[in-house]
């Protein structure tokens, strides 16, 4: 009875603490808790309004654990996840604000299909954010420029878009690849992505070369685009 006890008194805890964890805080979605000695969550339900965005609370546990959704999404990566949380701390499960109404399943990557739970959206109440999105183009630039000075590269953002990454490719070279880029709804952003080594070579001597952009845009569709630069 002792030990039945410990766990209820711990759970308890775990709600407790998750009250004053995520006070004043912008997340209005479910609290994903992890159980205080077990390797697993607490049983939930778990259950948010469309557009909301679920937290990962590890704050009771002494346990690593995370949250990954076991299907993918347009980006081929998890639907929703939250990166892994030391004992005691709290991480927010980023791509649940984009889900339609339904019931999603999850696990702790770190222990397995053995610590599972579900996610369920409510429709009846909220909007979903539209998923991230943007479209490339490429600005005039010749092929003695971008042997010069590298790619050059206009990003327009229709949706609010995050960690953006870019890839000009030629063939199977990657000519260059931006850093992770930031977007707000219909922002744009022209960047210029240095030549690597091996971009510089592939480039040296032909006469025009067919370049691709691609971009990976977390929980969203990626974008491409071609062009022959001469």
Not at 135 to 162: C, D, E, H, M
Request: aromatic share 6%.
């Amino acid at each position: 009875m002792g030990g039945i006890s410990s766990r209820i008194a711990l759970g308890l805890a775990a709600v407790v603490a998750a009250f004053f964890v995520l006070a004043g805080t912008a997340y209005a979605g479910a609290v994903i808790q992890t159980d205080p000695v077990e390797y697993t969550f607490l049983p939930g339900p778990y259950v948010q309004g469309l557009g909301e965005t679920a937290t990962l609370d590890n704050s009771v546990s002494e346990n690593w654990h995370d949250v990954v959704a076991t299907k993918n999404g347009p980006d081929g990566k998890p639907l929703f996840s939250a990166p892994l949380a030391r004992g005691g701390e709290t991480k927010v499960v980023q791509g649940t604000q984009y889900l339609a109404a339904g019931t999603y399943h999850f696990i702790c990557s770190f222990h397995g299909a053995g610590m599972s739970g579900d996610l369920t959206i409510d429709g009846s109440s909220g909007s979903a954010s539209p998923r991230p999105s943007v479209k490339l183009t490429f600005p005039a630039q010749s092929l003695k420029q971008v042997r010069k000075s590298g790619v050059k590269v206009k990003i327009k953002a229709t949706t609010a878009s995050s960690k953006v990454k870019v890839t000009a490719k030629a063939g199977k070279v990657t000519l260059g690849t931006s850093r992770a880029l930031d977007f707000t709804a219909g922002q744009s952003k022209t960047v210029n992505l240095p030549l690597t080594k091996a971009g510089r070579k592939a480039i040296a001597r032909p006469k025009s070369v067919q370049i691709k952009l691609s971009a990976a845009v977390p929980y969203g569709k990626s974008a491409s685009a071609s062009r022959k630069v001469k």
